[in-house]
């Protein structure tokens, strides 16, 4: 079966830092580009970061560039978000996202179910 | 990285059609073949629905139609059924390997 399980949410201080996982199984995850996308509460979509199957190609939202860092180890079929100085705005249901090809172009066919991170003092 | 714009609500009887506009720019929508629909249902993932402006994944059905033109990508669902009722959004890539969503558009079924 064809799987996406994210981890690593939780409730952060502003300033602070979280890593996400996500852990692919199903699929050969190095054949495959691959994305974190948001959705704060009652809000909609929005596109965070993405990576190419060999971490050549990787691209970033404005509103996160500088804090946040997306990484992958083929060898663990994992994806990774490194979120550093969390503000209140990244508060979020955090999805991982499968591309359907190899480059950064954005067509997500396969989604987990979301990891939540709620900044707050 | 402005969001696409979509209405934000549309509505049809069930049988009927409704279209879903998704506006962009230059530098996303009109730049690339690369506009994608996702369903979504309350409390669940995002589906995908239609690839690369007018392809659909297998298993999605025929009812649902994209294309583009100029700035402007469209979604199409024909023959309206109670499941179809959810929030769509649309996605463009946006150049230098990143994405943007449009504002998401509620479709109610009458």
């Known amino acids: 079966e064809v799987q996406l399980v994210e981890s690593g949410g939780g409730l952060v201080q502003p300033g602070r830092s979280l890593r996400l996982s996500c852990a692919a199984s199903?699929?050969?995850?190095?054949?495959?580009?691959m994305h974190w996308v948001r959705q704060a509460p009652g809000k909609g979509l929005e596109w965070v970061s993405g990576i190419s199957w060999n971490s050549g190609s990787i691209g970033y939202a404005d509103s996160v560039k500088g804090r946040f860092t997306i990484s992958r180890d083929n060898a663990k079929n994992s994806l990774y978000l490194q979120m550093n100085s969390l503000r209140a705005e990244d508060t979020a249901l955090y999805y991982c996202a499968k591309d359907m090809g190899i480059a950064v172009v954005g067509a997500f066919d396969i989604w987990g179910q979301g990891t939540m991170v709620t900044v707050s003092s | 990285q402005s969001a696409l714009t979509q209405p934000r609500s549309v509505s049809g009887s069930p049988g009927q059609s409704v279209t879903i506009s998704c506006t962009g720019t230059s530098s996303d929508v009109g730049g690339y073949n690369y506009v994608s629909w996702y369903q979504q249902h309350p409390g669940k993932a995002p589906k995908l629905m239609i690839y690369d402006v007018s392809k659909r994944p297998s298993g999605v059905p025929d009812r649902f139609s994209g294309s583009k033109s100029g700035n402007t990508a469209s979604l199409t669902i024909s023959g309206l059924q109670a499941e179809d009722e959810a929030d769509y959004y649309c996605c463009s890539y946006a150049g230098s390997y990143t994405g943007v969503f449009g504002t998401g558009t509620k479709v109610t079924v009458l």
């Open positions: 199903g699929f050969t995850f190095d054949d495959y580009a």
